[in-house]
């Protein structure tokens, strides 16, 4: 039997796989507590428990990037302000995505909306006018 040092390591990689996966279960068993208790804990204080939804990963921006990219060119564009179709295609260009793409584009062009919406009701950006027609700038710039 010339395979027996292979059979030995593979008998040792399963059983510390197996006991990982062991204190891996252990671990969600304590959190699944965890959750019950606070759960518990939140319908005592409010009628409805607004349920959790965990974001999907963004295909083409990480967390914080897209607004991130908007503040980056408004910036560089700092002498005026832009409509959020420009923000949208600049955006995209940093990011090496085709403004002309026409599944892409109108997706991305919404999110940058988004995006901006959320960070003029933190007072990051300046808003003048209504709709697509409106026109973005930095605040405080």
């Known amino acids: 039997m010339g395979n027996a040092p292979?059979?030995?390591?593979?008998?040792?990689?399963?059983?510390?796989?197996?006991?990982?996966l062991a204190k891996v279960e252990e671990q969600a068993a304590v959190l699944r507590r965890q959750i019950v208790s606070t759960e518990t804990e939140l319908r005592g204080l409010v009628l409805f428990v607004v349920p959790f939804e965990q974001r999907k990963p963004h295909p083409h921006f990480k967390v914080g990037e897209l607004s991130r990219l908007c503040r980056t060119v408004l910036r560089e564009r700092k002498s005026r302000s832009l409509y959020s179709g420009e923000i949208a295609a600049a955006v995209m260009k940093a990011k090496g995505l085709s403004p002309s793409d026409p599944k892409l584009a109108p997706t991305i062009f919404r999110q940058t909306q988004d995006a901006l919406r959320r960070m003029w009701g933190r007072d990051v950006v300046t808003k003048a006018g209504h709709g697509v027609r409106a026109r973005w700038g930095l605040a405080g710039g």
Not at 6 to 13: G, S, V
């Open 6 to 20: 292979l059979i030995e390591r593979l008998y040792a990689q399963r059983r510390r796989s197996i006991l990982a």
